[in-house]
């Protein structure tokens, strides 16, 4: 019973990363074409190589946080950084904030984004309604957002699934094609393995969101294996992704599509079906990842303080004021960043996160893994 309970743990944070990792800009394939797809057929060993990268870094932390007991990304840098935690965890403070306004902006580009295209409407005005959808959500929906999560995420991934597997089948023969012509224009090793590391560095700043789930193991070395476990998931997933894309990669105006996967299915098989399947999953997907960003920095702008609680009691209404001017605040804040379009937030905004990420997250934890031998020794 015990051990029953142990793999369900590590399943389930195993399925924390890869619900974390997929948001707008994976459902819609923007990030899996500008980080892997036009780099060549490097592409199919990259998101791969992505991921393993990942996997040792987010093992690591967790490994830490269920060996200190810091379940707070706070408390859990203080402990990590040590006696460097003053300026450390302040950085890292800086590096949060950068995410939690770029994440939930590429949700709100990426639901824009779908809905112009399936609609017609003008980008603008697409990115308004989403927005008033998330802000409305994030106000009186974030409870239930939360607890439907994981069955919405376990949804969109079956309809990716739906989608894609029948693409990848029936247009092979595109996919050989891709691969010749990628191999004809000798697209350099470097530029690939760049690109992938610039990806897989932007994702550590996840680091933040999954510490809180190490109380779940029984020990610390059910972290290793639950990130094995999201290892394959992810690995799985992205490569099927990278598949789906190269059917299309020889169209000319593939390159310029801001959703590609909306772009595959309407050239694809079943394009009348999956279409509108694919354009209401993605927008599903972008409007929870933001739901849930915006409540957090609400969470952070507002705090828990006895005077909210009071005012929330009083009034009948589990909101205050104060939130709902933070959350209306965060979602005008993100309306405005949105408007670079999604294209150049994922090429752009999450390159430059992870230059961010590279002194802040990336350096440090390599000391930290060799002074301490991979946390086998108390750090000097």
Same mark, same amino acid.
């Given at each position: 019973m015990k051990r029953t309970k142990a793999n369900t743990a590590i399943l389930g944070v195993a399925f924390v990363w890869f619900t974390t990792h997929f948001g707008g800009g994976f459902a819609s394939g923007a990030q899996i074409y500008s980080y892997f797809v036009r780099y060549g057929a490097w592409c199919l060993l990259m998101p791969v190589l992505a991921m393993l990268y990942n996997?040792?870094? +987010?093992?690591?932390?967790?490994?830490?946080?269920?060996?200190?007991?810091?379940?707070?990304?706070?408390?859990? &840098? &203080?402990?990590?950084?040590?006696?460097?935690? =003053? !300026?450390?965890? &302040?950085?890292?403070?800086?590096?949060?904030?950068?995410?939690?306004?770029?994440? =939930? $902006?590429?949700?709100?580009? @990426?639901?824009?984004? @779908?809905?112009?295209?399936?609609t017609g409407l003008p980008y603008l005005l697409c990115t308004v309604l989403i927005g008033l959808f998330i802000f409305v959500v994030a106000i009186f929906g974030t409870d239930l957002v939360r607890r439907v999560a994981v069955v919405l995420s376990v949804c969109i991934i079956a309809g990716l699934v739906v989608v894609y597997v029948p693409n990848i089948v029936s247009n092979f023969s595109a996919i050989t094609e891709a691969v010749n012509t990628m191999n $004809?224009?000798?697209? #350099?090793?470097?530029?690939?393995?760049?690109s992938a590391f610039l990806y897989g560095t932007f994702q550590l700043s996840n680091i933040a969101v999954f510490v809180q789930h190490a109380r779940s193991f029984d020990e610390p070395a059910d972290a290793v294996k639950s990130m094995g476990v999201g290892f394959v998931i992810n690995s799985l997933l992205m490569v099927m992704v990278v598949l789906g894309l190269m059917t299309v990669y020889?169209? #000319?105006e593939a390159a310029g599509q801001s959703v590609p996967t909306l772009f595959m299915v309407e050239q694809g098989v079943g394009a009348s079906f999956m279409t509108p399947l694919i354009s209401v999953l993605i927008i599903l997907g972008a409007v929870s990842t933001a739901v849930n960003m915006v409540a957090a920095m609400v969470k952070r702008i507002c705090g828990e303080?006895? %005077?909210?609680?009071?005012?929330?009691?009083?009034?009948?209404?589990? @909101?205050?004021?104060?939130?709902?001017?933070?959350?209306?605040?965060?979602?005008?804040?993100?309306?405005?960043?949105?408007?670079?379009?999604?294209? @150049?937030?994922? %090429?752009?905004?999450?390159?430059?996160?992870?230059?961010?990420?590279? =002194?802040?997250?990336? !350096?440090?934890?390599?000391?930290?893994?060799?002074?301490?031998? +991979?946390?086998?020794? %108390?750090?000097?």
């Open positions: 996997t040792v870094f +987010f093992a690591y932390s967790l490994r830490f946080a269920r060996k200190r007991e810091t379940y707070d990304y706070r408390t859990y &840098n &203080n402990a990590f950084y040590g006696r460097f935690a =003053p !300026v450390f965890s &302040n950085l890292f403070e800086v590096l949060y904030v950068c995410v939690m306004c770029v994440a =939930p $902006a590429v949700a709100f580009a @990426t639901g824009g984004a @779908t809905l112009s295209e399936l $004809a224009a000798r697209l #350099p090793l470097r530029d690939a393995l760049y020889t169209d #000319p303080t006895r %005077q909210a609680a009071a005012e929330a009691k009083q009034s009948g209404f589990r @909101t205050t004021k104060k939130e709902i001017a933070a959350a209306l605040g965060c979602c005008a804040v993100d309306f405005g960043i949105a408007q670079f379009g999604l294209l @150049t937030l994922i %090429q752009k905004a999450y390159s430059g996160i992870a230059y961010l990420v590279i =002194p802040v997250i990336l !350096v440090p934890y390599l000391i930290h893994m060799a002074v301490t031998r +991979f946390d086998t020794k %108390q750090s000097a």
